[in-house]
């Protein structure tokens, strides 16, 4: 593991015809991702998956199967944007101050349950996402508008090709 990076995971969601679920940000405007978040100590990055999943979108880890996961860690490091230039503290609580980046274990998984049971609102003082859609593989990098992110699934994309 790289030092100075937080461990994360993250989920790529496919529906059964192979379409990717995409989440906006709550916290910056049209911007797109898919769910993630670190690991607690001791927590392996399966259960850590399963447990995002369910604390960002309530998708149950019952309604999904897992289909891959990447070979690597895939590192990546924050953008200045997320940094108050007076302060220097962190703009979104989310990351955690003390880190450059992160580096994720990303899962592909195909959800099998029912949309209506995706929500936002469960822990309304975390509350990561404000909305969802599906987009088709090749339609998904230019959904992004992290583009400190897009070297990132660009490998998780590579790496998931064969079941997309």
Known sequence: MKKGFRIAVG???????????????????NTWQCPEGGLGAGENALDGA???????????????NVIAETKEYIPYIFTD????KKTGEWKNTTNKKGYIGQQKKFFLVEFNGDEKTIHFDEYPEE??????KKVKKDNFLNEL?????????KTVLDEFKSFL
């Open 127 to 132: 509350i990561e996402f404000r909305s969802f």
């Open 50 to 64: 399963m447990r995002e999943l369910n604390e960002e979108v309530r998708i149950k880890k019952e309604d999904v």
């Open 81 to 84: 944007s997320f940094i108050d």
């Open 145 to 153: 508008n992290s583009d400190f992110k897009k070297d990132m699934y």
């Open 11 to 29: 989920i790529m969601i496919i529906d059964k015809d192979k379409n990717i679920y995409l989440f906006e940000r709550s916290d910056l405007e």
